[in-house]
């Protein structure tokens, strides 16, 4: 992430990208996470972390492969 701010996106929404590009860069075997693995990191729900996902996929700021476990692709 460039590190600017988009204010299209709510403090939230800001967060949770944040923690996505985060996890990326630390990936070696460049596996998504799944949305149960990235709600046990973040400390939230399975619901709310879909609805995060699927708010900035909305935004054009996540792809999200439909049926695939580890679908969540970053746009860059």
């Known amino acids: 992430m460039t590190g600017e701010?988009?204010?299209?996106?709510t403090?939230?929404?800001?967060e949770f990208l944040a923690f996505l590009?985060?996890?990326?860069e630390g990936e070696s075997d460049?596996?998504?996470?799944?949305i149960a693995t990235l709600a046990r990191r973040l400390?939230?729900?399975r619901q709310s972390c879909g609805r995060r996902v699927h708010a900035l996929a909305?935004?054009?700021k996540l792809t999200v492969k439909p049926?695939?476990?580890?679908g969540i692709r970053l746009c860059e």
Do not use: C
Request: glycine content about 10%; aromatic content about 8%; cysteine-free.
């Open 5 to 9: 701010i988009d204010e299209k996106l």
């Open 11 to 14: 403090a939230k929404q800001q």
């Open 21 to 24: 590009y985060e996890q990326a």
């Open 30 to 34: 460049g596996i998504p996470p799944t």
């Open 43 to 45: 400390g939230i729900s």
């Open 58 to 60: 909305r935004k054009g």
């Open 67 to 70: 049926y695939e476990p580890r």
